[in-house]
């Protein structure tokens, strides 16, 4: 429902549900570690995705208190993939907010978490999320580094070791990545390109299709090809 129809949608069925369900299950319930670390896993990745609704409808410091809690239970769970998962977030939404300098550290420490989880498909998510801070900063050569460090490790992913979780982090998702980095670093012809190539896409991604042409339109726009980029803009509304 929320790649669908957007977080406002489903944010406060999301978060009451956490509030009367899934808090007092995790204070008050008991079970074998199997089972708790099952739970507290499952309550992490509702609190992810609670913290992308907020994120996304403008909510920022009520996204980063649900992420920072994700966070928590992942590694009180010790899943260092999850937990990488949520550092990429915090990333993501630092360099988004104008703060470069805590985007790259966040991603650094995601980097380091989803080395010991041992999933390229991770390793790539990380590693782009560096390369987006550096280009945020300006430092264009560990930015590139960054990126050629993401397309390597994207080449590794076998697609069958891919948790269901991080199944939306497919080609068209590094694309879009790629595009806002070189849109960032002040190269517009190599954003253009790869915005182009995040548009094509799964189905079923309705709300990352009206992000990737937004991008694109902007994009155009820095280019100065104002028609097409209003062509673009229409099409995202």
């Known amino acids: 429902m929320d790649n669908k129809y957007g977080g406002a949608h489903s944010r406060s069925a999301v978060t009451s549900y956490l509030a009367i369900n899934v808090e007092p299950m ?3 319930g008991r079970a074998r570690e199997a089972v708790r670390n099952e739970l507290v896993t499952a309550a992490a990745e509702l609190h992810q995705l609670a913290g992308w609704m907020a994120y996304d409808t403008g909510h920022a410091d009520v996204g980063r208190t649900h992420l920072r809690t994700a ?3 992942c590694q009180q ?22 703060a470069p300098e805590s985007a790259v550290d966040l991603a650094l420490a995601a980097r380091q978490t989803a080395k010991r ?14 390369a987006h801070g550096l280009a945020l900063q ?15 490790a994207f080449s590794e992913i076998d697609t ?18 790629f595009a806002h980095t070189f849109r960032d670093l002040g190269r517009p012809q190599e954003a253009e390109r790869f915005a182009r190539r995040s548009l094509e896409m799964s189905a079923g991604y309705e709300r990352g299709r009206l992000f990737n042409t937004a991008l694109l339109a902007s994009i155009l726009a820095d280019m100065g ?8 803009g229409a099409l995202a509304v």
Do not use: I
């Open 77 to 98: 769970a010790g899943d260092d993939g999850l937990s990488a998962e949520m550092l990429a977030a915090m990333s993501h939404h630092a360099a988004f907010h104008g």
């Open 160 to 177: 069958a070791d891919v948790p269901s979780w991080l199944r939306y982090f497919d080609g068209a998702y590094l694309s879009a990545k």
């Open 117 to 130: 989880a041992g999933l390229p498909a991770l390793q790539a998510e990380t590693a782009v999320m560096e």
């Open 26 to 28: 995790l204070r008050d």
């Open 138 to 152: 300006r430092d264009m050569q560990r930015c590139l580094a960054a990126m050629r460090d993401a397309e390597n």
């Open 225 to 232: 090809r104002p028609e097409e980029a209003c062509a673009h």
């Open 71 to 73: 966070l928590r239970l």
